[in-house]
């Protein structure tokens, strides 16, 4: 229920006040939290003082806010993504230890166009640029992931990722336009895997597979980043698509193929798939 002037409910206001708080802002005084929040600095101020109270926030002697230890409490021990996380983080381990590059778990938001990532794997020493850090948001079709989960998504939910992807894009030509979208999401479920090269990240090449659960409903996928220059199908493949399956399995998915396509007989290293300018992205 609103009761504010502006219209906002209490709710509305409150999830301001939490989404002010990010990777590179942590700790916010109580102006900068309103200003953040967009709220008078009465509102931004009492709202945060009865989140601190009840342990959603945390404030400092100095008056500061920070996202306080209920808040990880609540989502760690309800959430199921932390269980999806938790249960691909195994499968994370064994795929970073063999091929020594960034490997993530992510979901999709099909209403938003995003794809979350809950789970990332660094390969340090690698000055690759990877945009998807944990609890990071990227566009579903400009990303791996997004790609593999999107393929595998019911036709309907797949279609509404469609309208959003022509209203983000009206223009022709783009790498999402909506023709060349379909034609990558069909090769995706022809072979099995997504790869996506020089799009967020013009150096970077990333791979990724679907990870189903019950009643083989797309519930999220594994992708492995690293630089173009290194790009290495035939070493990441074979290991992603084994996590894949492996952790299909553990969310309660029956057994199914992935794909049609010899892994040893992927992409050549040469291939211009993905990049600006080249044909749609492979996938």
Known sequence: MANSSTGDSVIHRVARILEAFTREHPVLTP???????????????????????????????????????????????????????????????????????????????????????????????????????????????ETSPGLAILAHEAPPARERALAVVREGHPGEGTHDAAPHLRATLAEVRRTGYARLAGVLVEENVGYAVPVFGPGNAVIGAISVVMPLAEDRPELVLPVLVAAGRGLSRAMGAERRPYGERAWVNALPRDSTVGRAGGRPPNA
């Open 31 to 141: 102006a900068e939290l309103a200003r953040a929040a967009g709220l008078s600095t009465s509102t931004a101020h009492r709202l945060a003082t009865g989140l601190a109270a009840e342990g959603l926030l945390s404030r400092a002697e100095d008056g500061r806010f920070s996202v306080g230890a209920r808040m990880w409490e609540l989502a760690a021990r309800s959430n199921p993504l932390e269980e999806f996380r938790r249960r691909g983080l195994p499968f994370l381990e064994g795929i970073h230890a063999a091929v020594r590059q960034h490997v993530s778990l992510a979901v999709a938001d099909v209403e938003s166009g995003t794809v979350l990532y809950v789970e990332r794997l660094e390969q340090h020493g690698n000055a690759v640029r990877n945009l998807g850090e944990v609890a990071a948001r990227l566009s579903l079709t």
